[in-house]
């Protein structure tokens, strides 16, 4: 929904609710017990994931825009139940376990200045700020392993139609604040074997982009 409060200000507003229920859900499960470490497609029984997503913008004046996007995820299992990797006779209840990949709350802040040029062109200015709660890596539950929470800030600048040409220059640092950060993957108790793949350093570039061909082509 579009908001006019008034003069040139805007704001935009989005909303969506969820609710998912799962049965015969398939993860992918790793056994500990094994070195290298072995994966399989197991049925989890049945699940449940409710959320919420909220997008908002707004723009104070024409050069201003200020952007923030959020979501809720709650995901948890109602039955899920594995063989004991020692006694696979056994099964053993995972209900309780957390849900793999999913962090409970997501979001990320923006703002940008964009400026309109006598020859046409424009120049602009921006960040955002995102963060990811804590969760578990995977679903093979260790409750001593998770990916811990992170932040990132990521800057970037723009000039469009430089001189009034079809050139637009940009240049970006993303993870400002080198940010150490990973995902798991799996690990291996028995062994003490973790296996990460760490996020992007910090990360900086310029680009140049030249359009051919007429206006709207």
């Known amino acids: 929904a579009d908001w006019h409060p008034g003069g040139d200000m805007l704001l935009r507003t989005n909303i ?13 499960i790793t056994d500990p017990t094994t070195l ?33 996007n959020y979501a809720y995820t709650d995901a948890k299992y109602k039955s899920f139940f594995l063989p004991n990797p020692a006694n696979p006779s056994v099964l053993d209840d995972h209900s309780k376990d957390p849900f793999g990949r999913a962090p409970k709350n997501v979001y990320t802040l923006g703002a940008r200045f964009t400026q ?21 890596g995977n679903e093979s539950y260790d409750p001593y392993v998770y990916v811990n929470g992170y932040n990132l800030v990521n800057v970037d600048a ?8 079809p050139i637009d220059i940009s240049a970006f640092i993303n993870n400002l604040t080198k940010e150490r950060y990973s995902y798991l993957y799996s690990s291996n ?29």
């Open 116 to 136: 309109p040029l006598n020859d046409g062109g424009t120049i602009s200015i921006g960040g955002n700020y995102f963060h990811s709660d804590r969760y578990a």
């Open 189 to 217: 108790p028995a062994s003490g074997v973790v296996v990460h793949s760490p996020g992007a350093p910090r990360t900086w570039g310029v680009r140049m982009t030249v359009h051919f061909g007429a206006s709207g082509d």
């Open 158 to 165: 723009r000039w469009d139609s430089v001189m009034g040409s």
């Open 16 to 28: 969506a609710a969820y609710y998912a229920n799962y049965k015969d859900l398939q993860r992918l």
């Open 36 to 68: 290298p470490l072995t994966t399989t497609a197991q049925n989890a029984g049945k699940a449940r994931i409710k959320g919420l997503e909220l997008d908002i913008l707004f723009r104070p004046i024409p050069q201003i825009e200020l952007t923030a």
